[in-house]
């Protein structure tokens, strides 16, 4: 019995320090990013949570990754009244992470059609939950299906459990803490919407404009082909042509921290080691006239 238990704990630690990517040159978190055939793999494994962030749920049941639950976005964020949306309340969290089985212990990885775009906001949630063991899937479901891998219309049974989130407040960035932290050297903004909305050209507040001292990285440019994420010199590069440094506290936004998530993915991916993100985004602070403006 003692030989067996021993057999097994040496089992799980093999799984719980496999690497999860061979993309890894360069990125200081590597484990953060997965790979199509890394997947194909580890399908089967005892402590993966695969989830499908696709827009429509009618796509999920027609065809998804084998073993995947379906997560609309808006069940990982709060839509509010007055505008945008904000991180959902941590007991609201922990019920919908426990509604699709996962514990702190459960690797989760994301997967949508967008290049990142909804699996960045969960990789944000999870972040803020406190959770360590979640990846996003390189170039998500479409370069899954490019490479013809297999695919399912099987819902997969799920055991409800109980999570209890860790929350990691330092993650998000509020609008008063921004306010009180503009033009201080050690604190740098990134803007990932549009140049046209970052200029205020396409107004989609009642201010057009960025938040002072930001800079415009526009998300899209995080991707090769609009899919899979560039390599991580590439993206370094691009990060600090424009002054956003690792020994700066990074804060990344755009309309509703929506495009904003992948920037906060990104330089998570990269290593970036105080990246926030303000989760309300230019939904508020371009609708409240007491915050200062820039075009």
């Known amino acids: 019995m003692k030989r067996v238990m021993m057999a097994a704990v040496a089992a799980m630690t093999l799984l719980a320090t496999t690497p999860r990517t061979t993309l890894a040159v360069g990125y200081g978190n590597p484990q953060l990013l997965v790979e199509t055939h890394w997947l194909a793999q580890h399908l089967n494994d005892w402590d993966l949570r695969i989830i499908d962030m696709r827009n429509s749920p009618e796509e999920y049941a027609a065809g998804h990754i084998p073993g995947a639950v379906y997560l609309a976005v808006n069940q990982v964020r709060l839509a509010l009244k007055e505008s945008g949306f904000a991180l959902p309340p941590d007991y609201e969290i922990e019920e919908r992470l426990g509604q699709l089985g996962i514990t702190q212990e459960t690797m989760v990885v994301v997967y949508d059609d967008q290049g990142g775009l909804n699996a960045s906001r969960l990789f944000f949630t999870l972040e803020y939950a406190g959770h360590k063991k979640v990846a996003l899937l390189n170039g998500g479901i479409t370069k899954w299906i490019t ?28 609008a008063g803490w921004i306010a009180a932290h503009l033009g201080k050297p050690n604190l740098t903004l990134v803007d990932a919407r549009s140049a046209a909305e970052f200029r205020g050209e396409d107004l989609r507040a009642k201010r057009g404009g960025h938040i002072p001292g930001a800079v415009n990285i526009e998300w899209t440019q995080n991707l090769a082909g609009g899919k899979t994420f ?32 992948v920037t906060y993915f990104t330089l998570r991916l990269l290593g970036y080691p105080d990246v926030r993100g303000y989760d309300r985004s230019w939904s508020e602070w371009g609708n409240d006239p007491t915050l200062p403006a820039q075009q």
Do not use: F, N, W
């Open 230 to 261: 560039k390599p991580a010199d590439a993206l370094l590069a691009l990060y600090e042509r424009a002054g956003v440094t690792k020994d700066k506290t990074i804060v990344s936004y755009c309309q509703t921290m929506h495009r904003g998530a």
């Open 147 to 174: 490479e013809a891998r297999a695919l399912s219309k099987t819902l997969p049974q799920v055991s409800k459990t109980v999570y209890q989130v860790h929350a990691e407040t330092q993650r998000v960035a509020p």
